[in-house]
């Protein structure tokens, strides 16, 4: 009985060692499966096949760079809510010398457009028509037609919001930095690679560096709209050409809303007193509503911008960049009509009374 009980035992060993070997032949063979499709695919579609190759060198060279070869490791996002002076004390900030920058060159382009213009237009001719008749014809479908009137006011907003916000995606915008020497600052208080605030301004920044004088780095551009106080001047400007507007169509009237005590009865008279309130209220409303939606859109796109180059530098924040696109489009339209509406709408009572 014993040999027959080893005989099966030898007998059990090698059916599992021949399992074994079967399990991993067929293992072997789906890798070699994949493979001979992988280059077959190459063989037949070289130019898609270099392309990918490209992509996925590029992230490998963007976790390399990050991560492996501190030299190249991309610097961690810096935040600060408004703009950096470029000389410590000074009163250029980066985003004051991007808006410059961005004046010159809407001014360049506008001489470029205007300068000898033709009959039968060029290319840039025609594309800058075809851009302020588009751009028309929606001012003339919200305000008709005092759509003359605010058009000019409501275009130049247009052209430089989008321009500021496309700088963002430009080679060079908050990726040139320049270093500065530490200098004491009052009032502040930090933590270690931790958001604080300093003198108002909401930094990124590590304390003890700073305590052992080593400076700061500042990037030496910054979108416009990226800053809180390009945005708070739009608005601003924006919301005082309301307040023109509607005195000019209706005169001193136009205060009337704010401060209005009308009705058959005291119960009457104290809601619309109290609606008057309101009303005055909300132009304050509009006015930071205003400036925190274009600058929370395009501050943010600046962040993720920052924070996916931190993380792998190359490929990952294409996606971004296109997005970042559409949002600077779209911020810079939202803005333009808003304004067009706020304008038309501090002239509705005027033809209400008549």
Do not use: C
């Not at 509607?246 to 058959?264: C, D, E, M, V």
């Amino acid at each position: 009985m014993e040999p027959l009980q080893q005989d099966g035992q030898g007998t059990s060993q090698v059916a599992v060692a021949d399992s074994e070997m079967s399990s991993s032949d067929e293992d072997t063979n789906i890798f070699v499966a994949l493979w001979n499709d992988i280059t077959n695919w190459v063989q037949n579609h070289p130019r898609s096949a270099a392309s990918w190759g490209g992509v996925v060198l590029l992230l490998i060279m963007g976790v390399v760079a990050n991560y492996l070869v501190p030299g190249l490791a991309v610097a961690p996002p810096h935040v600060a809510l408004s703009g950096q002076p470029l000389v410590p004390g000074g009163w250029i900030t980066n985003s004051l010398l991007t808006t410059l920058i961005v004046d010159i060159v809407i001014i360049v382009l506008a001489l470029l457009a205007t300068i000898g213009m033709k009959e039968v237009p060029g290319r840039w001719q025609s594309f800058v028509e075809m851009v302020l008749e588009y751009l028309y014809g929606m001012s003339e479908s919200v305000a008709g037609r005092d759509a003359r009137k605010y058009f000019p006011w409501v275009v130049t907003i247009f052209i430089f919001v989008i321009v500021s916000n496309w700088v963002d995606v430009l080679p060079g915008i908050g990726s040139i930095i320049i270093h500065q020497e530490a200098v004491p600052e009052e009032h502040a208080a930090s933590y270690n690679n931790q958001l604080a605030m300093s003198d108002g301004k909401l930094v990124l920044v590590d304390a003890e560096a700073a305590e052992e004088g080593h400076g700061k780095e500042v990037s030496l551009f910054r979108p416009p709209t990226a800053d809180l106080n390009t945005t708070f001047a739009l608005a601003l400007i924006t919301m005082v050409m309301v307040q023109v507007w509607g005195i000019s169509a209706l005169g001193l009237g136009y205060f009337r809303k704010f401060f209005q005590f009308k009705g058959p009865n005291i119960g009457m008279k104290l809601i619309s007193a109290f609606v008057g309130i309101l009303e005055l209220l909300s132009e304050f409303s509009r006015l930071i509503a205003f400036g925190f939606r274009l600058f929370g859109n395009i501050f943010a796109g600046e962040i993720v911008l920052m924070t996916m180059a931190f993380l792998i530098a190359y490929v990952l924040p294409v996606p971004f960049f296109i997005l970042e696109v559409f949002v600077g489009f779209v911020q810079a339209l939202v803005f333009m009509m808003l304004a067009l509406v706020f304008f038309s709408m501090a002239t509705m009572s005027h033809e209400h009374d008549h």
